[in-house]
């Protein structure tokens, strides 16, 4: 079992920064990919930035220049700065892991959510 703890979400004015941090623990043996969906009101839930092992670092185009995606392999832990926020980046957001973790049989590979942390951002 793996469990994700988020943190960081808030209220801010357009324009500013928050930056969100998840941390995943449990019986990991590897973590292929670590990074943050997000789901607005009526919308679909959408990609807004992962991670994988190696450091390679894929952003959806709205975020793009505004967001900044790391990771800290030792403790697990995948931290998004985003600065310039906007309106439209009012969401809830998510941390998923694409994880390779011990089973009863041995190893395999799942997909975990956190719960999930409200951002939002006023005009």
């Known amino acids: 079992q793996v469990q994700l703890v988020e943190s960081g979400g808030g209220l801010v004015q357009a324009g500013g920064s928050l930056r969100l941090s998840c941390t995943a623990s449990?019986?990991?043996?590897?973590?292929?990919?670590m990074g943050w969906y997000r789901q607005a009101p009526g919308k679909q839930r959408e990609l807004v930035a992962a991670i994988t092992l190696g450091g390679s670092t894929n952003y959806a185009d709205s975020v793009k220049g505004r967001f900044t995606l790391s990771r800290n392999n030792a403790n697990n832990t995948v931290y998004l700065q985003m600065n310039s926020l906007k309106p439209e980046d009012t969401a809830v957001y998510y941390c998923?892991?694409?994880?390779?973790?011990?089973?009863?049989?041995?190893?395999?590979?799942?997909?975990?959510w956190g719960q999930g942390t409200q951002v939002a951002v006023s005009s």
């Open positions: 998923k892991t694409s994880v390779v973790v011990v089973t009863t049989t041995g190893k395999g590979l799942y997909d975990y």
């Open positions: 449990g019986s990991i043996i590897s973590i292929n990919v």
